[in-house]
């Protein structure tokens, strides 16, 4: 069965620092991939997508992901953040039939 | 603000009472979506319609019950609910659910957070 790992639950940091967030799925065809982003009392709201082309994506707010099939994965970056990126953040992957299955979600907490 | 819009926002119902989840579109999509949210897990899929034909159930217990009227419209009717089924409905829209193309992108209205007593 096709599933989806995020691997922390949740992740502490302070502003300017790096983020990277980890996004493994277990399916071996053709993916499309997603981040979204719950911001507090928000609805979801998509980040970035992958279909095809460039495995490095860019998304709003300075946040990219990249897609490394032979790895499976497909790790969110940004390399500077802000207290306001603090939110919960969900990686999505979509199987050739067109159904998506999203992870567990990672809380991201900057503190000041 | 995606163009999906789902009423009430917050609801608090006895586990005898019988109410309604509303959520509309207004992004020329047609294909909608419901989803739990339930805390420390993933959303679960709930129902997929397309053009307004239910294409998938991921077994859900006939305590729910979905509803899609046209493209733009989607409920999900709840009778008789149980204390676990508290947590954030998710309403989503996509275009028409292609594999492997953009049109499937699927977004998500605001949620109704529901209590069950």
């Known amino acids: 069965a096709q599933s989806v790992s995020q691997h922390n639950h949740h992740v502490i940091l302070s502003e300017a620092a790096s983020l990277e967030l980890g996004c493994n799925y277990s399916y071996g065809g053709t993916v499309n991939l997603f981040w979204y982003v719950q911001y507090p009392g928000q609805h979801l709201q998509l980040l970035l997508k992958?279909?095809?082309?460039?495995?490095l994506v860019k998304g709003i707010k300075g946040f990219e992901a990249e897609f490394i099939k032979s790895k499976f994965s497909f790790n969110l970056r940004k390399p500077s953040v802000q207290w306001s990126d603090t939110a919960e953040y969900f990686c999505a992957v979509k199987n050739s039939w067109g159904k998506l299955q999203f992870g567990a979600g990672t809380q991201v907490v900057v503190t000041p | 603000e995606t163009g999906v819009t789902q009423t009430p926002r917050h609801l608090v119902m006895g586990m005898t009472n019988k109410k309604s989840l509303k959520c509309e579109q207004h992004l020329g999509h047609n294909a909608m979506y419901w989803y739990k949210q339930s805390a420390k897990k993933p959303l679960e899929l709930m129902f997929v319609y397309n053009f307004k034909e239910q294409t998938e159930n991921n077994s859900v217990p006939s305590r729910f019950s979905p509803e899609c009227p046209n493209s733009s419209h989607l409920f999900l009717h709840l009778h008789t609910l149980q204390p676990e089924d508290s947590a954030l409905y998710l309403c989503a829209s996509s275009q028409a659910n292609t594999p492997g193309t953009e049109e499937g992108t699927q977004y998500f209205g605001p949620g109704t957070r529901l209590l069950v007593l």
């Open positions: 992958y279909f095809s082309g460039d495995p």
